[in-house]
């Protein structure tokens, strides 16, 4: 009984702030994020848009895993040239898509896909196809600089964060060079020549220099962070450097730098997608998203479905990552309120009258 | 503080000097300028390989060739800076001083737009936090954050260009339009002014007929044909702005400046006349600064009048209000111009260009005509470039200024008495300028070497192309020349960001702590 009136005493019993503390009363810290997270309604729809996004288009094509041939369920390849479509087009045009979304009591075809549902490029290959390829590649170069960049960025910046003094002012200085160059020149300069390596190689690359906005952000949680208390204790109970940063540190700046990546990542994906528009990325007979656009923004009158498709689909990844990215900013900040509901003032009231009730 | 400053200029100076060995080298071993060429089936195929490899100095290895197009570079300090050839024997440097300022134009329009737009709607959003319209600019801006910039740029020129201009030549609104735009508009006023269910509803109403009955009447009168504001617009206008810029400078109540503004927008009015006499004189250009010097000293001494104390603020608010008025005459004046213009036979009634920086069979020689028709170019280049970046500024100045609202000298501010206008445009407005002004230095800077895509989309010969084009040639002199200025630019604008900072809040001293 003593213990809870001490409680009260401790924390605010009225007003907004009571029924927040009220709903993270005996959760841990990792539980409260989590529950935030959850309840971050755009957050979550991303994910799952992502998520069905990433299985659609995986599943879509055949996968080859080394040997192991596994193959998707779409019935076309992006690569093979096919007949192409001449009749049903509005004047002139071939390849037109057969995807029907209008009920027949609108326009009379019925709801179907048809046999090439996004149409077919100039020489007859499923556009399908192709878009869930590009779609591909766009989001393997995006996760491998996502987690690269990660990798170089958490390092450097916890190293240099951590450490401080001459190590701090070396790497700092080496950032500063590679922030100085556009990553979109080093892109330029590494994709014109080395292209035809393959996508892997120019994730690797743009990876191997996206890393330094990163770093800084590390660097300076790591700054605030090596003053604080639990440090010092954990210090002088024996704990090694290592320890110290892996322990202690790192989970405590996680938020920081998961936010950090996200964002990363979908500046990546819109990276990939430039470099390809400009024919510094991928390159042929592959495609990315980027390059299919660049490939038909011409034929944007005629053709639109060729430009409309790769577009929305870039637009709903980046938007879902950054959403997601949202979502996980307002989940670890510690002083973010969200609305109170009408409901949940109701629901308080009601809550503090059956206490005042009990009493 | 000048330790401080120099010391930071001689690691700007070392960081350029890395960086640009790092990306000569990079770019050195990433191509080969002699592929052409040995490829190709000339007799003299060989020859032009010996003469290129010594023009080049291609049998030095690039480390060290590096030092030699260094040495060129740092001839700046005794006063003769050599950049080197291009591949079409042009100096860089000339190549340079000729796109920089066509990507100048482009760029400075653009950041000065996204920046007013993006504050303005920032400041809004955060003052109606978790309303729907700040649900719905939240999207917005992440929606912009999120659209590849060339998708961007052929939507712009399917529907802002080609049928645009197709509107443009039958300017008549269809009733689709006409409601769907006011429907828009009821719905943008009512979720800014919100308010009880009964308000919102109002104002929607409101909006929406205000915005029915303007759109209709500029339908029916064809005043798309031929646009201008006359002297009732003017004389609306200059009122509103002076209501307006009043309100935001210095407060409604405060007579002095309200009445001042109210003079400078008679003053507009009155000379509306004699200075379209003035434009159609056309010729000497010396004549515009010197309206502007006299607009300025007018808007300087006119408060005087009205108030002995407190001149500042009053000098100010007349100064802003006479500024806005000289653009609405200006803005007039180019309305005007846009008849003549649609007419002539380089535009025939496509006035909007998907493509260029300039139309070059116009008849040079009308002020007034060169500069629609520069504006009319940078339209849509300037539309593209201005969404992505606004959305950046929206969403800083939102977290920035809910930051700020959140301290403790805005509460002691409200609980002294303040006026809520006080509070906010003296005490947090302010304040959340500080890391805005910062971040615009830096902006600017990287967004001129970062315009490439929306160069070649629009066709524009700027820094983009000429980093293109000597990507695409191997043209490593031309490279380097351009990468130089945009890399100093981009160092530099870190430093002067740093500088501006500590200037800008005395709690912040540049120089303590590191680097």
């Known amino acids: 009984m003593l213990k809870k009136k001490k409680n009260q005493e401790v924390s605010v019993t009225s007003g907004e702030q009571a029924i927040m503390n009220k709903e993270t009363e005996g959760l841990s810290q990792s539980q409260i994020v989590i529950r935030r997270f959850l309840r971050h309604k755009a957050a979550m729809t991303s994910v799952f848009v992502i998520f069905f996004i990433v299985v ?17 369920w779409w019935k076309f390849g992006y690569d093979e040239i096919l007949e192409l479509r001449l009749e049903g087009c509005p004047e002139g045009i071939v390849g037109c898509p057969t995807l029907d979304v209008l009920p027949p009591f609108i326009d009379g075809t019925g709801v179907g896909l048809g046999r090439h549902p996004f149409g077919q490029d100039s020489i007859g290959k499923d556009y399908f196809a192709m878009v869930m390829r590009g779609a591909q590649r766009s989001l393997y170069v995006m996760v491998v600089i996502g987690f690269l ?92 450097d290592r320890r110290i940063i892996f322990k202690h540190i790192l989970p405590n700046a996680i938020g920081v730098i998961i ?14 997608t430039a470099l390809s528009f400009l024919g510094f990325g991928v390159v042929a007979p592959d495609v990315s998203l980027g390059s299919l656009i660049s490939e038909y923004q011409d034929s944007f009158t005629t053709r639109p479905w060729l430009f409309w498709w790769p577009g929305l689909l870039i637009i709903t990844i980046a938007l879902s990552i950054n959403f997601i990215g949202d979502g996980l900013r307002d989940a670890f900040d510690p002083r973010q309120r969200r609305r109170l509901t009408k409901k949940d003032k109701e629901n308080a009231r009601v809550q503090a009258r059956i206490a005042a009730a009990n009493e | ?163 645009f201009n197709t509107f443009l ?38 909006a929406a007929t205000a915005n029915f009955a303007f759109l209709s009447y500029l339908s029916i009168t064809e005043w798309f044909a031929n646009p201008s504001l006359g002297p009732i617009g003017i004389g609306v206008f200059s009122v509103g702005v002076a209501y307006g810029v009043t309100q935001l400078s210095t407060g409604i109540q405060n007579k002095a400046a309200l009445h001042s503004s109210l003079t400078m927008a008679a003053i507009a009015l009155v000379i509306y006349y004699p200075v379209q006499w003035l434009f159609e004189q056309d ?19 006119v408060p005087l009048k009205f108030s002995r104390i407190d001149r500042g603020p009053i000098i100010r608010t007349s100064i802003i209000s006479a500024f806005i008025m000289g653009l609405l005459i200006v803005i007039d004046q180019l309305m005007q111009t846009w008849k003549p213009y649609m007419e002539s036979d380089a535009v025939y009634f496509r006035p909007i260009p998907t493509i260029g920086q300039v139309n070059a069979l116009l008849e040079p020689g009308n002020f007034w005509m060169s500069l629609l028709d520069a504006l009319v170019h940078m339209f849509l280049p300037t539309l593209a470039l201005l969404l992505i970046s606004f959305a950046g500024y929206v969403r800083f100045s939102r977290g920035t200024l809910l930051e700020v609202l959140n301290q403790d000298y805005i509460r002691t501010a409200r609980a002294k008495g303040l006026t809520e206008r006080t509070v906010i445009m003296r005490h947090a407005f302010r304040n959340t300028m500080i890391p805005i002004a910062t971040i615009m230095v830096v902006d600017f800077a990287s967004i001129i070497g970062g315009a490439i895509i929306t160069e070649r989309i629009f066709g524009w010969l700027g820094m983009g192309t000429l980093f293109n084009t000597a990507i695409n040639s191997m043209d490593l002199n031309l490279l380097m020349g351009v990468f130089l200025l945009t890399g100093f630019l981009a160092v530099s604008a870190n430093l002067i960001a740093d500088l501006l900072y500590s200037a800008l809040d005395p709690r912040i001293r540049a120089g303590a702590g590191g680097n």
């Open chain 2, 283 to 301: 010729g000497e250009i010396i004549i515009y600064p010197l309206l502007v010097i006299t607009l300025f000293l007018v808007a300087g001494f």
């Open chain 1, 149 to 240: 960049a990660g990798l170089i960025g958490i390092t450097i910046g916890a190293i240099s964060g951590y450490f401080r003094g001459w190590i701090d002012a070396t790497l700092m200085r080496f950032t500063d060079f590679i922030i100085t160059i556009p990553t979109i020149i080093i892109g330029s300069v590494v994709g014109y020549h080395f292209g035809n390596l393959g996508v892997g190689f120019l994730a690797f690359y743009l990876g191997l220099f996206a890393w330094t906005g990163l770093s800084r952000l590390v660097r300076g949680e790591f700054l605030k962070l090596r003053e604080l208390e639990f440090v010092d204790a954990a210090r002088v109970a024996g704990a090694s």
């Open chain 2, 1 to 163: 503080m000048i330790a401080y400053i120099s010391r930071r200029l001689g690691v700007l100076v070392v960081i350029l000097f890395g960086s640009s060995f790092i990306l000569y080298n990079l770019a050195a071993i990433s191509g080969d300028p002699l592929g052409e060429l040995r490829l190709s089936r000339e007799p003299n195929a060989q020859q032009q390989i010996v003469a290129l490899t010594r023009e080049l100095n291609l049998d030095v290895p690039p480390p060290l060739r590096y030092f030699l197009w260094l040495r060129g570079i740092l001839g700046v300090f005794v006063g003769n800076a050599d950049f080197g050839l291009t591949r079409t024997q042009q100096p860089v440097i000339n190549e340079i001083l000729v796109a920089l300022p066509i990507t100048l134009r482009l760029v400075t329009a653009a950041t000065i737009i996204a920046i007013i737009l993006g504050i303005s709607i920032g400041i809004v959003t955060a003052l109606r936090q978790y309303s729907r319209f700040d649900y719905a600019m939240t999207f917005v801006a992440f929606l912009l954050y999120s659209l590849p910039i060339f998708w961007v740029a052929v939507l712009l020129k399917e529907y802002l260009a080609i049928q």
């Open chain 1, 56 to 72: 659609f288009v995986f599943t879509a094509l055949d996968n080859k895993i080394g040997p192991v041939k596994i193959p998707g």
């Open chain 2, 169 to 206: 030549s039958e300017p008549r609104i269809s009733a689709q339009w006409l409601i769907g735009l006011s429907i828009a508009s009821g719905v943008f006023w009512s979720a800014i002014i919100s308010g009880t269910r009964k308000r919102v509803l109002l104002i929607f109403a409101g």
């Open chain 1, 259 to 272: 936010v950090s990546i996200t964002l990363l990542m979908s500046g990546a994906i819109l990276l990939e």
